[in-house]
């Protein structure tokens, strides 16, 4: 039986996977070992590890309850990293996917999880070099945590649009904002949560997976939102990188905001129908970003996901003011409204040199000195 660890409502935390690269071609490169020995040699006490392939590094902020307390620590570990990969000659950047990189290039870090992904999943692991970032949300127990990730998966979209980070891959403008979540659909256990009632029901599905071998641990799930229950949060996993550490943190700020409204809000249960239209409008927010379509299940009513952000942050004002989160939200809404975009901005970059190298330099250096 998982035991779900309980932890304060609302406590925030982030995790973010950044590109290593070369400053010669800005590809990717294999780096992750060099830049965590030199980072080692200091005393830092952060959170930075490997991921999958040696060309990802993964930051990871301590439990925060304020949004610009976590700004601060991530402005500080990017100083350190910065100053790390200055010594090795190395670019740090933000992005859902490299834009040129080929997967087939990549090298598996020399860890035991990431060696068994590998042997399990074949080429899917070193396509699996793509770039999020994950938001925690403490919650008080199991239950209260199945039906945030409920609440939350009709925003998802929300999520996905404003983040979106990714139009290039393997040298494409693959006409979406965001290619990443591509990539991780390919994950037999991805996709959504199934429809459980309480964190008893969610043990008896756990079990019964365990049981049929299928799942050995939480890990095995690729969902978009999920419990984590070593951790007593809500995770939610389907965020591009950003390109700046500021979209970052207003994007956990959203989802604290968020998540303050729906615990507050007792009367609103869970709905099995916002998964009939869950597959589509996360489609529609990574092909098209802020000008896809949102499909309200109950109402029928089609909104583009720029308007239905725009309108749930005006029912979120309130809540917003409370929590101390209003200039993260109107960080967003100005980039909404100012058509900005991380998509927007790398296409443009593209178009000004004609060169994806350069963008990557450009986006490079937007992370370690923005």
């Not at 404003?162 to 979406?176: M, W």
């Not at 939610?236 to 700020?253: E, F, M």
């Amino acid at each position: 039986m998982l035991e779900f660890r309980t932890s304060t409502p609302l406590t925030i935390g982030v995790e973010l996977e950044l590109q290593i690269v070369n400053r010669r071609d800005f590809n990717l490169t294999r780096g992750s070992s060099d830049l965590l020995v030199l980072l080692d040699k200091q005393k830092h006490g952060y959170d930075i590890k490997p991921e999958i392939t040696e060309s990802m590094i993964e930051i990871a902020t301590s439990v925060h309850t304020r949004h610009r307390e976590m700004l601060a620590e991530l402005e500080a570990m990017r100083a350190l990293l910065a100053s790390a990969a200055d010594k090795l000659n190395l670019g740090l950047a933000g992005g859902g996917a490299h834009p040129f990189q080929h997967w087939e290039d990549q090298r598996i870090f020399p860890a035991d999880r990431y060696r068994l992904v590998s042997e399990l999943y074949g080429y899917l692991a070193k396509q699996f070099t793509v770039y999020g970032q994950h938001i925690h949300i403490g919650c008080a127990d199991g239950d209260e945590a199945v039906r945030l990730v409920h609440l939350l998966a009709r925003h998802i979209p929300h999520f996905i649009a404003l983040s979106a980070s990714s139009p290039f891959y393997q040298g494409v403008d693959t006409l979406f904002q965001s290619s990443r979540l591509t990539s991780i659909n390919a994950f037999p256990l991805s996709g959504y949560m199934p429809f459980v009632a309480d964190w008893d029901a969610f043990n008896r599905y756990f079990d019964k997976m365990s049981s049929l071998k299928i799942v050995a641990s939480m890990k095995d799930f690729y969902w978009d939102i999920r419990p984590k229950p070593e951790y007593g949060t809500v995770e939610i996993r389907v965020c591009d990188t950003p390109l700046s550490i500021d979209t970052a943190v207003a994007l956990a700020a959203y989802a604290q905001t968020l998540s303050k409204y729906f615990f507050a809000q007792r009367d609103l249960a869970p709905m099995q129908d916002t998964y009939l239209t869950y597959s589509y409008n996360r489609f529609q927010a990574c092909r098209f970003g802020l000008a896809g379509s949102s499909i309200n299940p109950v109402s029928g009513q089609q909104l583009t996901i720029r308007e239905d952000i725009l309108h749930t942050f005006e029912l979120l004002r309130d809540v917003a003011q409370e929590l101390g989160t209003a200039d993260a939200i109107a960080l967003l809404r100005k980039r909404i409204l100012d058509n900005q975009s991380d998509a927007n901005w790398l296409r443009t970059k593209y178009q000004q040199s004609g060169s994806l190298s350069d963008v990557v330099r450009q986006q490079s250096k937007l992370w370690m000195m923005h």
